[in-house]
């Protein structure tokens, strides 16, 4: 018998570096499908409670790849999770940019 398994000395570091690095555009694009989703039924309902929740789930998401970014640049300085950082960091801001319109403007709009 053959041994088909791999192993890679440094897997749990890449995963964690890519999951800082992937997380945060994830929940943005996440957060853009299921917002457009969620506006008809908003609009009919005439409520903004499910973009809030929405908005809301998904910037805590980013955070959280976020935080996974911060720490993998602790723990080793390399261009990978110095990348992740700023790029978690870009995303949150895009999600605290997308969630604004929601409280200045009605579904229906």
Known sequence: MTDTSTHIPDAARLRTVWTGLLLAPAAWLTSLEVGYLL????????TLVRQHLVHAIFLLVALGGLLVAWRARRAE???LSTLGVLVSASFVLVLVAQWIPTFLLHPCQ
């Open 77 to 79: 300085r390399d261009f």
């Open 39 to 46: 506006l008809r039924p908003d609009c009919v309902a005439g």
